[in-house]
């Protein structure tokens, strides 16, 4: 009798403990599908002019709306399937990194082909909040849109600040983060070399005054950059010292002005953006008394920094403004 008791209990003893191996195996289990439950779902989180934004993976088929973000996006080795106004980009944005041919064609910056985009069935579109606002809920259908804000209203926040955050940004959403930071430090070490070169230029002064100039009712018209303009925080890196200032914030990082208002910043350098089939300082003003009395054109203190560099981009437009500064001021 006590051997029949003996069997039950080592029956009983051996069932618990195959039911509790059991549980351990059930939680291990568990415990293996919630972890790749979490991996799977990792999200991407990138902050935009409108939010957060979550991407589950990393983009390949990128729509660029706006130049900047094309180059920032060639910058981190990312072709864009399709560009707004590719004639408009290749005439104004001299990089070193270029487009392929295969690159689309959407139509303008300020009206993108919907229809051509939707076809391109891109996995991100990145774009310009200003410009396109109007039209986030058409590109959002299409596809997951990032909108940035080139033109910060905060005063405290500067257009340089705003570029390198950005151009982190799209990194972060691409999954190109370290080649962003190479490309940051590459545009630091420009920096050093060129405030070196510009030292040994020994100018008659630091002082600069920046225009990007163009016609307008074949009239001459002058951008002046204002102290909040990324294309000034680029002077300022290589050691000159911006004059110009319009008295009020300037949303876009310049003033629109006309030759009346250069007596005022005339004793400065005078650095200029103008294209070749537009130049007003060759044509209109040629023969316009104010601008011919000027002291930087009676001291030869013009500096023409060529028509393609492009005074709104990344950090590829930076270096290329850096070396356009260094160029013109070491042929004096």
């Known amino acids: 009798m006590k051997s029949i008791i003996r069997l039950v209990a080592l029956v009983l003893l051996m069932a618990v ?26 999200v991407i989180t990138v902050e935009d002019a409108f939010g957060p934004k979550n991407f589950e ?85 299409i596809a997951p849109t990032l909108f940035f804000d080139p033109y910060p209203t905060d005063e405290s926040v500067s257009q340089y600040d705003e570029m390198e955050e950005t151009f982190r940004s799209i990194a972060k959403v691409v999954q190109k983060e370290e080649e962003a930071e190479s490309v940051l430090s590459e545009l630091d070490a420009k920096y050093e070399e060129a405030r070196a070169d510009i030292e040994a230029a020994n100018l008659e002064t630091n002082e600069f005054v920046l ?11 002058l951008r002046l950059f204002t102290p909040n303009a990324m294309a000034t925080k680029i002077f300022e890196e290589v050691g000159l010292e911006n004059v110009y200032d319009s008295g009020q914030f300037e949303m876009y990082g310049y003033a629109e002005v006309n030759v009346e208002a250069l007596p005022a910043v005339e004793d400065a350098n005078f650095f200029y953006v103008v294209q070749d089939d537009d130049n ?53």
Request: net charge negative; hydrophobic share 40%; aromatic share 8%.
């Open 57 to 141: 993976e990393a983009p390949i088929k990128v729509v660029a709306l706006e130049w900047t973000y094309v180059e920032d996006l060639l910058a981190l080795g990312v072709q864009p399937v399709g560009v707004a106004d590719i004639e408009g980009y290749n005439t104004w944005v001299d990089i070193d990194e270029e487009l392929d041919e295969e690159v689309v064609d959407v139509g303008t910056r300020q009206e993108p082909n919907l229809e051509m985009i939707a076809e391109l069935d891109p996995d991100l579109i990145i774009t310009a909040g200003f410009r396109h606002e109007a039209i986030q809920e058409e590109l959002e259908f």
């Open 280 to 332: 007003v300082f060759k044509n209109q003003l040629q023969s316009n008394s104010v601008w011919q009395n000027l002291n930087f054109v009676q001291n030869d203190q013009l500096y023409p920094l060529g028509g393609d560099s492009w005074l709104f981009g990344g950090p590829l437009s930076a270096m290329t403004l850096v070396d356009r500064i260094v160029e013109v001021v070491d042929e004096e």
């Open 211 to 221: 225009t990007q100039a163009f016609s307008a009712n074949q009239a001459p018209t």
């Open 17 to 42: 403990l195959t039911a509790c191996g059991g549980n351990d195996t059930v939680e291990e289990e568990q415990e293996t599908e919630s972890t790749e439950e979490t991996e799977s779902t990792d």
